[in-house]
């Protein structure tokens, strides 16, 4: 596949996550071609900043919104397009779920963090959500 324009290597995305009693759950997703399970990310969109890019790919991909992190749990890389894309993660408490959404072919589903890596294939992603986890969880 022929390398794209710079800025596609620029992304962002979301943990998207929710308390009950007590207990936390992570919203993940299957990819395009439903081979694995993954968080909403995309391109960061031109004239975005990357936690508005990364709010408005919960919605296209996961058909969720709520309000997300000013600041990144961290970055992680991943090779594709002939590149090395970039991705700033943010976390995102669920406000909102949709019963439709624009890519809706998309599965869906809610995990508590314990359970993460029985989903999660890409080792770096995987390292950012348990960063994440012991963030929320104060450990």
């Known amino acids: 596949m022929s390398k794209k324009p710079d800025y596609f290597y620029n992304q962002s995305a979301v943990i998207p996550y929710k308390i009950e009693n ?17 968080i909403p990310k995309g391109i960061i969109e031109d004239g975005m900043k990357p936690s508005e890019s990364a709010l408005k790919e919960a919605i296209e991909e996961a058909g969720v919104s ?4 000013k600041q990144p749990v961290g ?15 943010f976390p995102m408490e669920v406000k909102k779920v949709f019963e439709r959404w624009d890519e809706d072919f998309r599965d869906r589903l809610w995990i508590k963090l314990s359970e993460v890596e029985n989903y999660i294939e890409e080792n770096d992603l995987l390292k950012l959500i348990q960063k994440f986890s012991n963030e929320i969880n104060g450990s």
Do not use: F
Request: aromatic share 12%.
């Open 22 to 38: 007590n207990e936390i759950s992570i919203l993940i997703i299957t990819s395009a071609k439903k081979k694995r399970w993954v």
């Open 75 to 89: 970055i992680y890389k991943y090779d594709k397009w002939g590149g090395t894309c970039t991705v700033e993660v």
């Open 66 to 69: 709520g309000n997300v992190a």
